[in-house]
């Protein structure tokens, strides 16, 4: 009897959800716009429509250090106190070596030499130039790494030693004086570098010009470097006796000392 009860109210239910489905149709659920995983394909980007930004400086603005094709050079000077080299590779001095006490007459030389073995008394650091980049005296920079770049690993043009290219040497005899000039033109930079040293048989002061324009502009930031280590490169350790490097402003009535 039980069984029948239950079998008789499913069959009402079955029923009941049957015409109740019938009778009240339900509203089909909005349809939601499909999610494609490809992303939406962007048109690609090209030189010419891409503008250039602050940070990405255009081409033809920057210093064409591989334009140049300056032959290299090594201008050697001597004279009856000293011997100087001076490099067309950013205008710098290689090599100043002094040989002569001006006042006694008498040969100079190294500390690091002795009675029986004498060596030259070197004032460039020769591991100074072995350094990448390298660092030789009469550098140039004026706080723009990439035309500092140009200026210390470009050849410069020479003019005053008679030849155009090659290696030349010039001997200087007393009384004589020596003007050397590197001239250096850099059309994307729009750079004009003129730097002139003159050489003096009877002294070891030598007198250095610099003109530095940029769009036929003077550039004021333009500074000269010393080092490294400007002196007797035999000295190992300075003591009292074997003063380390100093150097020496006089503007007008004042004199600054700097010691390195």
Do not use: C
């Amino acid at each position: 009897m039980q069984q029948k009860r239950l079998i008789i109210a499913l069959l009402i239910s079955t029923a009941i959800l049957f015409l109740w489905s019938y009778l009240v149709p339900t509203k089909p659920p909005a349809q939601t716009p499909a999610v494609s995983n490809q992303a939406t394909p962007q048109p690609a980007a090209s030189a010419a429509t891409t503008p250039a930004t602050a940070s990405t400086p255009l081409p033809a603005a920057s210093p064409s250090v591989a334009a140049n094709t300056t032959p290299h050079r090594t201008i050697t000077i001597k004279t009856p106190l000293y011997e100087t080299k001076l490099d067309s590779l950013g205008a710098e001095a290689i090599s100043w070596i002094i040989k002569k006490n001006k006042d006694s007459g008498q040969d100079i030389y190294s500390v690091a030499g002795d009675k029986k073995t004498h060596v030259p008394l070197e004032l460039v650091s020769q591991e100074g130039l072995k350094r990448q980049p390298r660092q030789a005296p009469l550098q140039l920079s004026i706080r723009d790494a990439s035309v500092d770049a140009l200026l210390s690993s470009t050849n410069y043009v020479i003019d005053g030693v008679g030849s155009t290219a090659g290696d030349s040497e010039v001997t200087l005899a007393a009384g004589e004086k020596k003007r050397i000039t590197f001239l250096l033109h850099d059309q994307a930079s729009g750079l004009d570098v003129v730097k002139t040293i003159v050489l003096d048989a009877d002294s070891y002061i030598a007198d250095l010009e610099v003109t530095i324009k940029r769009g036929g502009q003077i550039v004021p930031e333009a500074r000269l470097r010393l080092g490294p280590s400007i002196g007797d490169q035999g000295v190992k350790h300075y003591t009292f006796y074997s003063v380390a490097p100093e150097a020496v402003a006089a503007v007008g009535d004042k004199v600054e000392r700097r010691q390195a």
